[in-house]
């Protein structure tokens, strides 16, 4: 019986470890966009439109559609209560892009259309990171504008959707700062 246990609890142990390590390795491959590394950017004249950013967080964004069907573009319809709700899901790292830029304020696009979400600098502790932007907070919660229709979002694997930061490839982040010069070097007779 002893040994039975022991079985388990190694095995137990080991799947505990091994589902830890992977999501620290998938942590690790991605560092959170800040204002101080937009700075940075700006300051090398990189371009934020060539920059592939990424959401930690899964986004569910949630719209009534009332008692009749309407179209909807994109996203889910489901019928609720006798009411239609359209839902949009953004799976954590979804790749998306930098539609535009307005000072801090990114506009990131996940799909093409007019689908873009706003991210900025928070406040409070996530000052530095860029976190989604929303109005009308409420219980973890916020109204945003997508796809021209105003929708509640909420975050699928957190609390609070303000904790949804965007965040770029640790790879993506070496090549930025990395500067490489070739030299061709001087040959006899090259006076400058």
């Given at each position: 019986?002893?040994?039975?246990?022991?079985?388990?609890?190694?095995?137990?142990?080991?799947?505990?470890?091994?589902?830890?390590?992977?999501s620290?390795k998938?942590?690790?491959?991605?560092?959170?966009?800040?204002?101080?590394?937009?700075?940075?950017?700006?300051?090398?004249?990189?371009?934020?439109?060539?920059?592939?950013?990424?959401?930690?967080?899964?986004?569910?964004?949630?719209?009534?559609?009332?008692?009749?069907?309407?179209?909807?573009?994109?996203?889910?319809?489901?019928?609720?209560?006798?009411?239609?709700?359209?839902?949009?899901?953004?799976?954590?790292?979804?790749?998306?892009?930098?539609?535009?830029?307005?000072n801090?304020?990114?506009?990131?696009?996940?799909?093409?259309?007019?689908n873009?979400?706003a991210?900025?600098?928070?406040?409070?502790?996530?000052?530095?990171?860029?976190?989604?932007?929303?109005?009308?907070?409420?219980?973890?919660?916020?109204?945003?504008?997508?796809?021209?229709?105003?929708?509640?979002?909420?975050?699928?694997?957190?609390?609070?959707?303000?904790?949804?930061?965007?965040?770029?490839?640790?790879?993506?982040?070496?090549?930025?700062?990395?500067k490489?010069?070739?030299?061709?070097?001087?040959?006899?007779?090259?006076?400058?």
């Amino acid at each position: 019986m002893r040994r039975i246990s022991t079985v388990i609890l190694s095995f137990t142990s080991a799947l505990v470890l091994f589902s830890c390590s992977s999501s620290r390795k998938l942590n690790k491959s991605y560092v959170p966009f800040t204002r101080d590394l937009k700075q940075k950017l700006d300051k090398e004249n990189i371009d934020l439109k060539q920059v592939q950013f990424y959401v930690d967080q899964k986004l569910i964004l949630t719209r009534n559609l009332g008692d009749q069907k309407l179209e909807v573009k994109s996203g889910i319809v489901r019928l609720e209560n006798g009411k239609y709700i359209n839902d949009v899901i953004i799976p954590a790292l979804t790749p998306g892009i930098c539609e535009s830029t307005d000072n801090d304020k990114l506009m990131i696009s996940f799909e093409k259309g007019n689908n873009d979400l706003a991210f900025g600098p928070g406040s409070g502790y996530t000052y530095n990171d860029y976190v989604l932007y929303g109005t009308e907070w409420k219980n973890g919660t916020a109204a945003v504008t997508y796809d021209s229709n105003k929708f509640r979002a909420s975050c699928g694997s957190c609390t609070d959707v303000a904790s949804a930061t965007l965040v770029i490839r640790k790879s993506e982040l070496d090549k930025m700062e990395r500067k490489i010069r070739t030299l061709k070097g001087r040959t006899v007779g090259d006076s400058k």
